[in-house]
C-alpha cells in the first residue's frame, strides 16, 4: 500500500477515536467513591419504589449492574460511607474532599464519580465544589428509584456519570450533578420533587447541557469561581464552624434565633420569606446575634430568585449578608467554609457576591 494512503487510514482511525473520546489504547481510569443513597437501595418487591431501604448495597453490586461500564473506563471503586445521605454531616465531607484530592492527584486518574443519596446530594456536591483543588472532572450522581426497582434509574445515570467523569471536556467546570441525562453545576441545582426521576433542577439557570449515547453536549458553563479559583482549603479542615438555617413564615418570631444561639452557632443562614424580608422581633433578634458577633446571612425559602443586598433589609447598617440566588442549604455551607477564613461580614459579602 503507497505510504500516503497508509498514512491517511491512519489519520481516518485517530479522527475516528478522538470523535468517541477513545484513545488509541488506553480507557480513562475512573474512581467510584460510594457514599450509600437509594442507588445503592433496596427493597423486597420490584414494583416498591418508595419505602424501601437505602444503603443496602456495596459498590461492587452498584457496578456490577451495569455491564457496559467495562467498555468506557477502568473503574477503581471504594466504599467511602454507607448512608441514607439524610445522615450525612459536614464531618462526612471534610473526609469526602480529601478524599477526592488525593484520588485527582494520582496523574492516572481521569476523573471521580461519587455515588450519594438524593437528599442531600446538592449539598455533598456545592462543598466539593467550592473546595477540590484539581480542574478533573467530579461527578455526582444517585438515583430516586432503588436498584431493585423495574426501571431503576440508578444504572444510566451511573454510566453516564463514569461516562462524564473519563472525558476531557468535563474538565474545568467544576463539580457536576449527573441525574436523569442532565448535566447540572453543583452551585445552581437543588433537588424538587420527592419521588420524580426529573427531581434535579437548576431554576435560576437550567442545566449545563446533557449526556447523549455517553457523550457530553454542553450548551452553558458556570459563571462563579470554584474549586481551584477559590480561597478554601479542605486539607487543613478538622471541622467546620456550626451554622444554623432559621425559617421564616406568617407568625414566625424570635424564638428560633434564641435556640440557634443557645447550640453555639457561629453562623445564621436566615430562609426568609420573599426578597429575604425578616418580621420584626426576628429582625431585632439577629441584630443582637450579630452585635455578638454571631454571622447572619439573609437568604430566601422560595427556592429561587436573588436575595438582594440592602432590599428592603438594611444589611449594611445591621451588619448581615445577603445570599445572592444560593438556596438556604447551599448558603450555609459557603457560609461556615467563609468563617474557616474570616469573620469580617463585608469579606464574606464579597464571597457570596463571587462563589
Ligand atoms: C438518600 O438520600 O439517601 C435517600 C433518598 C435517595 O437517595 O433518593
Request: aromatic residues 6%.
Amino acid at each position: 500500500m503507497p505510504t500516503a494512503l497508509r498514512l491517511l487510514l491512519a489519520l481516518l482511525l485517530l479522527f475516528a477515536m478522538l470523535g468517541t473520546g477513545l484513545s488509541a489504547d488506553k480507557k480513562p481510569l475512573v474512581v467510584v467513591l460510594a457514599t450509600g443513597g437509594t442507588i445503592a437501595g433496596g427493597a423486597d418487591s420490584d414494583t416498591t419504589t418508595i419505602g424501601y431501604k437505602a444503603a443496602v448495597f456495596g459498590v461492587d453490586r452498584v457496578l456490577a449492574s451495569v455491564p457496559a461500564l467495562a467498555k468506557v473506563a477502568d473503574i477503581r471503586a471504594e466504599q467511602v460511607f454507607q448512608l441514607a445521605s439524610e445522615n450525612m454531616t459536614p464531618a462526612h465531607w471534610l473526609i469526602l474532599g480529601k478524599r477526592v484530592n488525593q484520588a485527582l492527584k494520582d496523574p492516572a486518574v481521569s476523573g471521580v464519580v461519587i455515588t450519594h443519596g438524593t437528599d442531600t446530594l446538592e449539598e455533598t456536591a456545592y462543598f466539593l465544589h467550592l473546595t477540590v483543588k484539581s480542574d478533573k472532572p467530579v461527578v455526582l450522581t444517585g438515583s430516586m428509584r432503588p436498584a431493585t426497582a423495574i426501571s431503576a434509574d440508578g444504572p444510566l445515570n451511573l454510566y453516564n456519570a463514569v461516562c462524564l467523569a473519563g472525558t476531557a471536556e468535563a474538565r474545568g467546570k467544576g463539580v457536576l450533578i449527573l441525574m436523569n441525562d442532565a448535566i447540572l453545576s453543583a452551585r445552581d441545582t437543588t433537588k424538587t420533587n420527592t419521588f420524580a426521576t426529573d427531581t434535579f433542577r437548576a431554576p435560576d439557570s437550567g442545566p449545563l447541557g446533557f449526556m447523549q449515547l455517553g457523550r457530553p453536549l454542553f450548551y452553558r458553563l458556570p459563571a462563579r469561581a470554584h474549586t481551584l479559583a477559590t480561597e478554601f482549603a479542605v486539607d487543613a479542615l478538622t471541622a467546620l464552624p456550626q451554622v444554623e438555617i432559621l425559617y421564616g413564615y406568617a407568625g414566625s418570631n424570635a424564638s428560633q434565633v434564641t435556640s440557634a444561639l443557645a447550640a453555639g452557632a457561629k453562623g445564621i443562614v436566615n430562609a426568609g420569606t420573599g426578597n429575604g424580608s425578616l418580621p420584626d422581633g426576628t429582625k431585632a433578634a439577629l441584630a443582637q446575634a450579630r452585635a455578638r458577633g454571631v454571622l447572619v446571612v439573609r437568604s430566601s425559602r422560595t427556592g429561587s430568585g436573588v436575595v438582594t443586598r440592602n432590599g428592603g433589609v438594611d444589611d449594611d447598617a445591621l451588619g448581615f449578608v445577603a445570599a445572592d440566588n444560593l438556596t438556604p442549604q447551599k448558603a450555609r455551607i459557603l457560609l461556615a467554609l467563609a468563617l474557616t477564613v474570616t469573620s469580617d461580614p463585608l469579606r464574606i459579602q464579597r464571597m457570596f457576591d463571587t462563589y
